[in-house]
């Protein structure tokens, strides 16, 4: 293989899985990127717990998290009314650089938890920018054929962050440092990661205005209004898959947000949870996702929410027992790991081209307005009626994404028009 990556072949051998012009050495700084910043989100993972050393509850907790919504929105609307006035890189450097700078001021709030209310804003409105701006980066590096894999390998190593974060924010809250340092140290991780993105946007070529994510000279059909797109987009073969991925948010962000006061109820350690789904996704989405993009997606995707909901469920039988809690955990993370960059894929594939370009940033839109709106509801409800009637919402969460998967499935087989390999 020489220089010119674009030769380069994906997963299985069967095609470029980059762009010519984009060198491996962009690859891994995108990934060093995502593992920064997802790791410093994962340490940020403490705050319910602060919260409550703060003379708060999970209620609170809730209002901090979701206090955010109204400007991530804005921000996300922005985001896809002009999805390439800037590169996408220099969008996701200034979302970290707020994201780390909040994170260290964190620790300035010594009484009370109320202030956290302001820092939950800046916090939850430069995430909602950085997670929905990286597929964006990668869709700029990454062939048709190459996207499932490489989006996989993206989501991946987020999810390694966000699950490594926890556990090494607590090791470093049983040293001097305590919480507040504990938030400083994410900050400086944060500092790592805009330096990561600035290498990345250096050795990658600019393609806006070229159909990036597509072969070289085709049309990204970016010049449609936000509204007609986002009507197209909901009528469209997306539009089913926009609820999976909403679902997928009020499911990510109770388990994760939540899962230290969760343990702490239970009597487990957090850190369970966190390093049996890591595991569990670094396995799939590194392994698992490459190998079955040969197969048809749809199908991939419905096994995989009902993996995750047979999870799910299992939460309410765990009790206080640790291996039940990591089995649980584990499958969780195989089910969730592989199914949601597997439904942001097929979601891009089978998207009107007139609205191509405004797919991912309106599908970050839902996922992160969804993330950011829903923990005030479960705070509320862990606080009235406990973690037992959270979970079977969860279950019944989990139970309208299969429905609506296997119904795609069926409706591909009575089409009879098999989907290409990572489509």
């Known amino acids: 293989m020489g220089a010119n990556t674009g030769e380069t072949l994906d997963a299985q051998g069967g095609g470029r899985a980059l762009l010519p012009g984009v060198r491996p050495a962009a690859v891994v700084a995108v990934l060093a990127a995502a593992l920064g910043i997802s790791t410093a989100y994962g340490m940020l993972l403490l705050l319910p717990l ?40 220099w969008v996701q450097a200034s979302a970290i650089t707020v994201f780390g700078v909040t994170a260290a001021a964190t620790a300035t709030v010594r009484e009370g938890w109320e202030p956290l209310v302001a820092v939950g804003v800046l916090l939850g ?25 490489y989006f996989g390998y993206l989501t991946g190593t987020q999810q390694v962050g966000i699950g490594t974060g926890p556990v090494l924010a607590g090791w470093l809250m049983t040293t001097s440092l305590g919480f507040r340092g504990t938030f400083v140290v994410a900050g400086l991780v944060c500092a790592a990661a805009v330096v990561a993105t600035v290498v990345a946007a250096l050795l990658t070529p600019d393609r806006r205005g070229t159909g990036s994510g597509s072969e070289p000279g085709e049309s990204a059909g970016h010049s449609v209004g936000l509204l007609s797109a986002a009507g197209t987009i909901a009528r469209s073969p997306v539009g089913p898959w926009l609820v999976v991925i909403a679902l997928f948010a009020c ?21 369970v949870f ?15 996702a490459p190998w079955v993009r040969r197969f048809d997606q749809t199908r991939v995707i419905a096994v ?23 089995t649980a955990s584990a499958a969780m993370g195989l089910g969730y790991g592989l199914a949601l960059p597997a ?44 973690y037992g009637l959270l979970f079977a919402v969860l279950v019944a969460f989990a139970s309208v994404q299969a429905l609506i998967a296997w119904r795609q499935v069926a409706a591909r087989r009575r089409g ?8």
Do not use: K
């Not at 209002?63 to 999805?83: C, G």
């Not at 997670?131 to 499932?148: I, K, L």
């Not at 009879?416 to 489509?423: K, Y």
């Open 343 to 386: 439904t942001q894929a097929h979601a891009v594939a089978v998207s009107p081209e007139s609205t191509g370009a405004r797919v991912l940033p309106v599908a970050g839109l839902v996922f992160q307005v969804a993330i950011l709106g829903f923990p005030v509801v479960v705070g509320w409800m862990v606080v009235s009626v406990g």
């Open 251 to 271: 499911l990510f962000t109770t388990m994760t947000q939540f899962q230290t006061t969760f343990a702490g109820d239970r009597g487990l350690d957090y850190s």
């Open 125 to 149: 409105t430069a995430w909602a920018v950085v997670y929905t701006v990286m597929p964006m980066v990668v869709n700029e590096m990454v062939t048709d054929s190459g996207r499932v894999t």
């Open 274 to 288: 966190y390093v049996a789904y890591t595991v569990a996704v670094i396995a799939v989405r590194f392994v698992v």
């Open 304 to 326: 995989a929410i009902t993996v995750m909901l047979v999870a799910v469920a299992s939460f309410l039988a765990v009790g206080s027992d640790p291996l039940a809690y990591a």
């Open 416 to 423: 009879g028009a098999g989907s290409a390999p990572g489509s």
């Open 50 to 89: 602060y919260v409550l050393a703060l003379g708060g509850s999970e209620a609170g907790f809730g209002v901090v998290l979701s206090a955010a919504v109204v400007p991530a929105a804005l921000a996300l609307v922005l985001l896809s009314r002009h999805p390439e006035a800037l590169r996408p890189h």
